[in-house]
């Protein structure tokens, strides 16, 4: 694997698209860089300094080289005095910022005999992302060159979700995941670890809620719309995560500045518990089963004292694992229908002046969150949660578009944004296009979610502190694989970072896509990543008019080709590719389509497009 990074990195050479760029190629885009001219080298000979040789950024600064090849070892600098200090060829790493830096944010400097970094806790592991983000790879280490860098984040929660209960995903592909958010400075891994289909982690108290709760006896095939066929694949499916792996994961995310949140789902989406122990439900009489297909399951957590025992019991046991400030409980898509069938529940709503089953949902919420607050942890909820009244200090999670994050926060509660019509929904397909794989609908391209701005326009300036962040979410109903995970976070991922994290004025999406994320596309595919290959820059699906057109198309990822046809076949490896720019003339009254396609290094392809050239 280590081999295979270094020729990757070696191949790739100088990033050319960073020489042009104001951004000096950097995703998220900073809040301010300066290019110099002139460039350092680091080599065997450089010399790491630091004030804080157990900061988490200086371990990881150390790993990257050493798996880069290189043995430069890490020097205390207290152990120094002022004349040693100034010795040429260091990289000083350094957290004493006297204040003057925001939270979470860096100072990276670089001439021709150093670099300097200093952060303010987080913000020096970011400083690091960055350094390694301008490092060149050469036979005798690395080249950066010579800039001044200032940032910090637009938001402190930059958050992405996945969902490993529809389907499973293994302790590597998180670690992964976790990896690829902290190079772009992401710092919240939402993890949904239950739903209908599926309950992924351990609880000593509670053993069937894996033995029986992880494994459903099949599961879906294709989509679920109206009309399509009702076929499964009989074949049983299964996966959780032990408790000593989910303390690797959290231990391995800290590592890297990200906090894991987990969700445990209440009162809905929660028939894999269910199935485990019936009693849960208003009617345990009923058999259950683990959900096989997608959608809402109208069995719902029934709220009796023995329920709330249980579900508390659960949560001392997540909660010693998670030593993050949050618990995401839920509580999106609860359908009334078990609740109003049960005399208890009935009982319940007279006995406790609730309204009615709305009621019930915030009564639920609210037991819970008193639960949870009292073992000092705060809970997350998706926007539901609003409904019949908000707990008291719940922070709100606004998938349903911006309508209850704009409601929680004019009422004074933490937000945090992830609508689904603002392209935060990773499991929508990034192109209306038959060559997309199977994906549950909407339609999320890069530049939707790139466009997204957190802050509504509705929100006075008082309540916009109340928008903690941003995150994105992928759902993973029509997931079943690592690469098709892959294939569906990146290059969007890259997207939200530069939302989460970069000021207003400094996104350009111009900029971002056409000179920023080839290279970076080209490095997430030399580390093993799949991706969303976009199509070439300059090509799409279009009608053009005219005899002679000349078109100028660039690589939408770095090193790859771009093939082309006009003899109307899907072009591919073997058709001409582009060297410079491409003439092509149509006879008077004929039109010619011109198809490309993008074949990466690796093999990965983009799209076809078609642009119909008519001499009318
Ligand atoms: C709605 S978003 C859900 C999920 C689905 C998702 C599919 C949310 C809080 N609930 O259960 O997986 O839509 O896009």
């Known amino acids: 694997m280590k081999k295979f990074f270094l020729v990757w990195m070696m191949f790739l050479g100088v990033n050319a698209f960073a020489q042009r760029d104001a951004n000096m190629g950097i995703i998220p885009a900073p809040v301010s860089v300066k290019k110099f001219k002139g460039e350092f080298k680091l080599?065997?000979?450089?010399?790491?300094?630091?004030d804080s040789p157990n900061h988490r950024a200086v371990k990881y600064f150390s790993d990257y080289l050493r798996k880069s090849g290189m043995t430069n070892s890490v020097t205390d600098m207290s152990f120094l005095d002022e004349k040693h200090r100034k010795v040429k060829n260091v990289i000083t790493l350094s957290v004493n910022h006297k204040g003057e830096i925001p939270l979470e944010g860096y100072e990276l400097n670089v001439d021709d005999g150093k670099v300097t970094i200093v952060g303010r806790n987080a913000g020096l592991f970011y400083g690091v992302q960055t350094l390694i983000q301008l490092?060149?790879?050469?036979?005798?280490?690395?080249t950066i060159p010579c800039t001044s860098v200032k940032d910090h984040p637009r938001?402190?929660?930059?958050?992405?979700?996945?969902?490993v209960a529809r389907h499973f995903f293994d302790v590597e592909y998180v670690k992964r995941y976790i990896d690829v958010m902290a190079y772009y400075k992401l710092n919240h891994f939402h993890w949904h670890l239950t739903d209908d289909q599926g309950w992924r982690i351990e609880i000593k108290k509670y053993p069937k809620l894996t033995e029986k709760g992880s494994k459903r006896a099949q599961t879906k095939i294709g989509s679920q719309s109206k009309g399509d066929p009702e076929l499964?694949?009989?074949t049983p499916y299964e996966g959780?995560?032990?408790?000593?792996?989910?303390?690797?994961?959290?231990?391995?995310?800290?590592?890297?500045?990200?906090?894991?949140?987990?969700?445990?789902?209440?009162?809905?989406?929660?028939?894999?518990?269910?199935?485990?122990?019936?009693?849960?439900s208003?009617?345990?009489?009923?058999?259950?089963?683990?959900?096989?297909?997608?959608?809402?399951?109208?069995?719902?957590?029934?709220?009796?004292?023995e329920t709330f025992t249980m579900l508390n019991n659960i949560l001392t046991e997540v909660m010693d694992l998670f030593p993050g400030k949050y618990i995401h409980i839920g509580?999106?898509?609860?359908?009334?229908?078990?609740?109003?069938?049960?005399?208890?529940?009935?009982?319940?709503?007279?006995?406790?002046?609730?309204?009615?089953?709305?009621?019930?949902?915030s009564y639920f919420i609210s037991r819970m969150e008193k639960y949870i607050n009292s073992n000092r942890h705060s809970i997350i909820g998706w926007d539901e949660i609003l409904e019949g009244g908000l707990a008291p200090n719940a922070t709100v999670m606004s998938w349903r578009g911006e309508t209850g994050g704009i409601k929680a926060a004019q009422m004074g509660h933490d937000v945090i944004m992830t609508p689904g019509s603002g392209g935060m929904y990773f499991d929508h397909v990034q192109a209306k296009n038959p060559q997309e794989p199977l994906a549950i609908g909407g339609n999320a391209p890069l530049s939707k979610t790139y466009a997204y701005n957190p802050i509504p326009a509705e929100l006075a300036k008082d309540q916009q502190k109340y928008i903690l962040g941003v995150q994105a979410n992928l759902w993973t109903e029509y997931i079943a694989t690592p690469a098709k995970a892959d294939y569906m976070l990146l290059p969007r991922m890259l997207a939200l970072a530069e939302v989460a994290w970069t000021p207003l004025a400094n996104k350009n999406f111009d900029n971002f896509s056409t000179?920023?994320?080839?290279?970076?596309?080209?490095?997430?595919?030399?580390?093993?990543?799949?991706?969303?290959?976009?199509?070439?820059?300059?090509?799409?699906?279009?009608t053009l008019t005219g005899a002679n057109f000349t078109f100028e198309l660039q690589p939408s990822v770095e090193g790859a080709k771009v093939h082309y046809t006009i003899d109307g076949y899907a072009p591919r490896e073997t058709d001409l590719h582009v060297t410079g720019p491409v003439k092509v003339t149509v006879p008077a009254k004929k039109e010619i389509e011109f198809k490309t396609i993008v074949i990466t290094l690796s093999g990965k392809r983009s799209n076809v497009t078609t642009m119909k050239l008519v001499n009318k």
């Open 155 to 163: 938001f402190g929660y930059r958050g992405m979700h996945l969902d």
């Open 282 to 305: 208003c009617d345990p009489s009923k058999p259950y089963k683990v959900g096989e297909k997608w959608g809402e399951y109208k069995d719902v957590y029934c709220p009796t004292e």
């Open 43 to 50: 080599n065997s000979e450089t010399i790491i300094l630091t």
């Open 240 to 280: 959780f995560y032990t408790q000593e792996q989910i303390k690797e994961i959290v231990a391995y995310a800290e590592a890297r500045f990200v906090t894991v949140v987990p969700e445990i789902e209440m009162p809905g989406h929660s028939m894999a518990a269910i199935a485990a122990y019936p009693e849960l």
């Open 232 to 234: 499964y694949d009989n």
């Open 515 to 542: 000179e920023r994320l080839p290279h970076h596309l080209a490095l997430l595919d030399a580390r093993g990543y799949n991706y969303r290959v976009p199509v070439a820059i300059g090509a799409s699906d279009t």
């Open 135 to 142: 490092m060149q790879f050469n036979k005798n280490g690395f």
């Open 331 to 361: 509580g999106d898509e609860v359908p009334k229908d078990a609740w109003k069938a049960s005399v208890f529940c009935k009982q319940l709503i007279s006995d406790r002046n609730l309204k009615d089953e709305e009621g019930i949902q």
